[in-house]
């Protein structure tokens, strides 16, 4: 194995562990401040691992361009609204509003493929 992938997994694996948990902590175990603070500590952790995978392959550093911006900003909308489908679904007991909610999310992830790769 790679130093560059011992090193992405390692810190990988640290960040999401951390995420994980404090979102247990806000949601399960109602800790909403030492949650969201190991939340935090999480996210932080994997864009160091971004930051420090990108360093060590040689990448040059990320150029934001509005097609960046719009690919993200898609891409978390499109999360956000299947997990607000899926927590009408499991939550709040609403099954056919939940799954269109949610199916709508799915679409708006699935048009991030030709965003991303183009079409040919």
Known sequence: MKKENFVTLVLSIAGILLLGFGMCMVMVWDSMTPGVVVGV???????????????????????????????????????????????MVMVFHMLVPGVVVGLIGIVMLLALI???????
């Open 41 to 87: 500590v999480g996210l932080a952790v994997l864009l160091v691992m971004a930051l420090v995978r990108r360093r060590m392959v040689g990448a040059p550093p990320i150029q934001i361009t509005p097609k960046a911006v719009l690919t993200v900003l898609l891409g978390v909308a499109g999360a956000l609204v299947l997990g607000a489908g899926m927590c």
């Open 114 to 120: 030709p965003l991303v790769k183009g079409l040919k």
